[in-house]
């Protein structure tokens, strides 16, 4: 990769950066605080949310049927969820020290704040943890995966891949062979050092 294409690439993820975080602070700014992990509404919002809410036997007379029918299966994957959790976990928590790969942080990933929102009945809120732990999980996955992967192989495909990760626009491009081993070895050297938003 040409060094033009490293510096566009940086810009745009610190831009990325950027508007992510002033989307949140206009967010929050207009509707709650975060305080630590406590997300706090002011009491006017507070109160038109407590008047929104739906109690559970209304909930459950108008929510769709095939919900409920299918409402098995969907919380049945928790079993399989929860086992590829603690193999990943295990997995970057004894191999990422050994590799020198700045380690994943799942509070990054897995976040379960909706509900501290009072609109939501306890059944809508416990779908809403599931959910959050569901693909929080698989963000969560993905990222060590993508560190993984660029820690041994580093390069693009040669087809055109739908929805791959933030780490592979920095791959080597399919076939560039000149100084490859120096090239593994720099985007290895880069992985042991945590990027700003990744440090303790």
Same mark, same amino acid.
Request: with cysteine; hydrophobic share 40%.
């Given at each position: #990769? ?9 810009? #745009?993820?610190t831009l990325?950066?950027?508007?992510? =975080?002033?989307?949140?602070? =206009?967010?929050?700014? &207009? ?8 997300? +706090? ?5 507070? =109160? ?8 559970? %036997?209304?909930?459950? &007379? $108008? ?48 976040? %379960?704040?909706?509900?501290?929102? +009072?609109?939501?009945? %306890? ?22 995966? @993508?560190?993984?992967? +660029? ?5 693009k495909h ?5 929805? $791959?990760?933030?780490?592979? @626009? ?6 560039? @062979? ?6 593994? +070895? ?15």
């Open positions: #990769m040409n060094e033009k294409i490293r510096q566009l690439l940086d810009q #745009m993820g990325e950066d950027d508007l992510r =975080q002033a989307v949140q602070e =206009q967010e929050a700014s &207009v509707l709650f605080k975060i305080r630590g992990k406590r997300v +706090e509404f002011e009491q006017s919002v507070r =109160q038109t949310h407590r008047r929104l809410k739906n109690g559970f %036997f209304h909930w459950l &007379v $108008t929510n769709r049927p095939q919900n409920l029918i299918t409402g098995p299966i969907i919380y049945s994957m928790i079993v399989p969820l929860a086992i590829l959790d603690l193999c990943v976990s295990f997995y970057q928590a004894s191999c990422f020290p050994i590799y020198r790969i700045a380690k994943v942080r799942r509070g990054d990933y897995i976040v %379960f704040d909706r509900q501290q929102l +009072e609109y939501l009945n %306890f059944i809508e809120k416990f779908h809403c943890s599931y959910c959050a732990y569901g693909s929080g999980l698989i963000a969560y996955v993905g990222e060590i995966i @993508a560190r993984t992967e +660029e820690y041994f192989c580093p390069i040669a087809r055109k891949v739908l929805g $791959t990760h933030s780490r592979y @626009a920095r791959f080597l491009n399919y076939g560039e @062979a000149t100084d490859y081993a120096a090239k593994l +070895e720099a985007a290895r050297t880069r992985l042991g050092q945590p990027a700003p938003d990744d440090a303790p």
